[in-house]
């Protein structure tokens, strides 16, 4: 294997990592590449992430053929130097999990704060090994999970209780509506069921599809399954959009963002949702309103009367009144649909953060989240990197353990697919 304290031809610029990653802020102090170095060493799941990446192998079935998928698999991380300059490896492979941790913790065991991998991000399965590049002239990215990128600055115009890069349990609820919607949406419309939900240590949600048929998935086809549930303004939804807003947006617009990000009476929430209303409208033949005009006079006259879900009771039922369900669900997704970050989606090569990674600007795990729990999950009570170290059978062992039961029930379902689709094999 290469060296990792060079860069080489694998090897990018931090300039050029914005393209490819998700998200590449942040940096390690000294004191923490002590601990990362540890947490590698006695505390990161290997041997779940290489079940989780290979259970699915499109390379035939048993241990041989994951074993030779997982080979093919992409990683890289990011390593920053005493001297402060940050440089990335690319296109690393491995066959064995020893070999993964050896790359992760360094390759200077005695001077343990060199060159400690800062995260592992996770790529697509080549033509051939990653490490063996350069020997081949086909060097193709083959198959890959389905992968989400939800952050939450992404949704800075709509929210009042964060700015930034910053996510309290308030803003979480846009990520939390965005994850079930992706659930409904690919096990509805699909029939994918294995779906995991990973916190991405910082302002984001990351959703990772593994069933078989998504990992060969077309960029063109990923391309489409985001561009599908696009909305643009109708009064007649496409099915899925009409169960999402039934089920999952309107309540959710209802009994949270309206009062939770102040929609009426913060000033500029109010100004940005009046921007959503249409000036003038024909209904039927002759007839032209002027809903903004009215709906402002009517906000006027109930201002204080009214709390905030009976305003916006009244402005919907003005539009249903007119026949206009397509400002009603013009507002309500404008403020709930799922921001995706399409070209994570889109570009097979890109790449994410790895699920049990600790974040390098926050320190917080990347812990994977039951759907069933997403609600009352908090980003603000992450384990962070030295909690873990000193109080394991709370800050990590739990999520190891849930991380180990999510694996079981895949397995479960692969085979029941391979079994759908085979009948002989079982
Ligand atoms: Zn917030």
């Known amino acids: 294997m290469d060296t990792q304290t060079k860069t080489n031809d694998n090897d990018i610029n931090d300039e050029d990592m914005d393209d490819i990653f998700g998200d590449t802020e942040g940096s390690y102090e000294l004191d923490n590449k002590v601990s990362l170095r540890v947490y590698y060493d006695q505390y990161f799941p290997f041997d779940l992430i290489y079940e989780w990446l290979s259970i699915n192998s499109l390379f035939g079935h048993g241990e041989a053929s994951q074993i030779r998928f997982f080979e093919r698999r992409e990683f890289s991380s990011r390593i920053t130097k005493m001297d402060g ?11 064995k999990l020893d070999d993964i941790k050896d790359y992760l913790k360094g390759r200077n065991p005695n001077n343990n704060s060199i060159d400690v991998a800062e995260r592992l991000d996770i790529g697509p399965i080549y033509s051939c090994e990653p490490i063996k ?27 009042v209780c964060c700015s930034d890069t910053s996510l309290c349990m308030k803003c979480w609820g846009f990520l939390a509506v965005a994850a079930k919607f992706v659930e409904m949406y690919m096990k509805e419309c699909f029939g994918f069921e294995q779906l995991l939900y990973v916190f991405s240590g910082r ?19 990923r391309a489409n ?81 009214a709390t905030s879900l009976e305003k916006w009771r009244a402005i919907s039922d003005y539009f249903k009144q007119n026949n206009l369900m397509e400002y009603v669900y013009d507002i309500v997704f404008h403020y709930t649909l799922p921001r995706f970050d399409d070209k994570v989606t889109n570009h097979i090569i890109h790449l994410l953060k790895s699920p049990f990674c600790i974040h390098p600007s926050t320190g917080k795990l990347c812990v994977p989240i039951d759907l069933k729990d997403i609600d009352q999950f908090n980003p603000t009570k992450v384990p962070l990197l030295n909690s873990i170290l000193s109080t394991p059978k709370v800050s990590f062992n739990p999520y190891r353990a849930s991380f180990k039961n999510y694996i079981e029930q895949m397995k479960l379902k692969s085979q029941q697919q391979i079994s759908i689709n085979d009948p002989t094999s079982f």
Do not use: C
């Open 133 to 159: 590049k350069s020997m081949v002239t086909d060097y193709t990215p083959l198959y890959k999970e389905i992968v989400f990128d939800i952050d939450i600055n992404d949704y800075n115009d709509i929210r």
């Open 85 to 95: 300059t940050t440089f990335v490896t690319r296109n690393r492979s491995f066959s």
């Open 203 to 221: 302002r984001g949600l990351h959703v990772w599809v593994s069933d078989q048929r998504a990992l060969s998935l077309s960029s063109e086809a």
């Open 225 to 305: 399954i985001i561009k599908y549930v696009k909305y643009e303004r109708t009064s007649v939804l496409l099915p899925i959009l009409q169960r999402g807003f039934d089920e999952l947006f309107l309540p959710y617009f209802e009994q949270h963002v309206l009062e939770e990000q102040d929609i009426f009476g913060n000033a500029a929430q109010y100004k940005n949702f009046l921007s959503k209303l249409p000036l003038e409208v024909r209904v039927g033949k002759k007839t032209i309103i002027h809903p903004l005009d009215q709906i402002k006079e009517k906000m006027l006259e109930i201002k204080d009367q």
